[in-house]
């Protein structure tokens, strides 16, 4: 049962929802008016009756499953319809808009950013700087103004556009006032973008190309051409030359196996400090070639990166490799890890560890070593504890290695007497 306050709220209600028909057509007469809309004020106006009409469309109820339903086989309901009829309009509203100098400005500092964050050939920096310079000239020209500019390099190309949007937002271009202005501003704009777009990039060249303008190629000649392919002549020269430039440039640039073997190979030998940096981020892969270079540089740096790959019973080969690199460095710093691995599963490991302790050459190690030549099972590690007291050579690391000159082992027997004999030469010179 309801009373009369009902039912007057009930009357207010409906005479006070939207009239789908009254807002088609006001939406009709908004399109007219954008046909007729000449200034970005008209469209302002157009833009706020849209925006008034949009708030009217939002009362409408909302279509009952029922009627979306039925709009799949006949037409939309009305809210659905008036919806799709605003975003149209708003779509052409947008269309006729402009063109504004700010988009020609966007624009010329997006090219910047090419320029400046572009490797160029030598070919492609002369023709964005000549395109660079065709358009200040001109644009200077359609705004009526003087842009000083130096452009001799891609920097001074960049710089001088930036003189360019300075003097565009000078200009104060309005799109009502200005628009034949800023039409030509845009299309000068865009013939830069293509010209810039066409410039050669470092990128586009092969890796041949790449280097032949670096000079990579530049030592052959018909006399040492003898290897295929000519980039492996060109290692070995480098090498030759000590000049480990080359190897590393080709290190980047080629990606074979076999390109990089060779190359790996040659900075082992060399053991270059310039490619130091290259090889301690291969390295962090585990990789075992550039593990083996680190360890042939000798930098101390090198420590930190290699100490946790002979952490743990891991891979027994990549901690040989390792331990040998560590010993090769011969930093203090890595003495208490190495000596860890003396008691690695891996007999291999534990030689291996042995023979770093012995390089790096610090005393602490004497004890432990001295422990592995009398206690360890395996005669291949004894000999290299053995060897490592006599590379440590201290009277005390001499001293238990002499013990062993009647050893099972020959080679612990070897060690034993040489360190004997530099015991007897160690007394002889004191005296």
Not at 68 to 89: A, F, G, M
Request: with cysteine; hydrophobic share 35%.
């Amino acid at each position: 049962m309801s009373n009369g306050d009902d039912e007057t709220t009930a009357t207010d209600s409906e005479e006070s929802a939207p009239d789908p028909e009254e807002i088609a057509d006001r939406l009709d007469a908004i399109e007219e008016s954008l046909e007729t809309a000449s200034t970005e004020a008209d469209l302002d106006d157009i833009e706020g009756d849209l925006d008034t009409v949009d708030e009217k469309i939002e009362q409408l109820p909302e279509p009952t499953d029922e009627e979306e339903t039925e709009s799949d086989e006949d037409e939309d309901p009305p809210r659905v319809h008036l919806q799709e009829r605003v975003q149209s309009i708003r779509e052409a509203l947008e269309d006729q808009r402009g063109p504004y100098a700010s988009e020609a400005t966007e624009d010329i500092e997006s090219i910047r950013s090419q320029i400046t964050d572009t490797r160029w050939t030598e070919q492609g920096e002369a023709d964005v700087i000549s395109a660079v310079e065709t358009f200040v000239e001109s644009i200077a020209g359609t705004l009526g103004t003087d842009i000083s500019h130096e452009t001799a390099s891609t920097d001074e190309a960049a710089a001088a556009l930036g003189e360019a949007i300075d003097a565009t937002e000078a200009a104060q271009l309005h799109p009502d006032d200005d628009p034949e202005t800023i039409e030509t501003v845009l299309d000068e704009t865009d013939t830069l973008q293509n010209e810039v777009d066409e410039a050669q990039e470092w990128s586009d060249l092969t890796v041949r190309k790449q280097l032949e303008h670096q000079g990579f190629y530049d030592v052959l000649t018909p006399k040492n051409r003898k290897d295929y392919p000519p980039e492996l002549t060109v290692i070995r020269i480098a090498e030759s030359n000590d000049d480990p430039e080359p190897i590393l440039l080709a290190l980047e640039r080629f990606t074979s196996e076999f390109m990089e073997e060779n190359c790996l190979d040659a900075l082992a030998r060399m053991g270059p400090q310039a490619a130091f940096e290259e090889m301690n981020q291969r390295a962090q892969k585990r990789s075992q070639k550039p593990i083996e270079v680190l360890g042939k540089i000798g930098d101390d740096r090198a420590v930190e990166t290699l100490v946790p790959f002979i952490e743990g019973d891991g891979d027994p080969v990549l901690q040989t490799v390792t331990l040998k690199a560590l010993g090769e460095i011969g930093s203090k710093e890595a003495t208490q890890a190495v000596a860890d691995r003396l008691v690695a599963d891996s007999s291999s490991v534990r030689s291996a560890a042995a023979k770093a302790l012995g390089r790096i050459g610090d005393t602490r190690a004497v004890e432990p070593l001295a422990e592995q030549l009398e206690d360890d099972g395996d005669d291949t590690v004894r000999a290299s504890a053995a060897w490592a007291l006599n590379q440590i050579g201290t009277r005390t690391a001499l001293e238990h290695a002499s013990e062993y000159d009647d050893d099972r082992s020959y080679l612990v027997q070897t060690e034993a007497e040489r360190a004997t004999t530099a015991t007897a030469d160690n007394d002889a010179e004191a005296v």
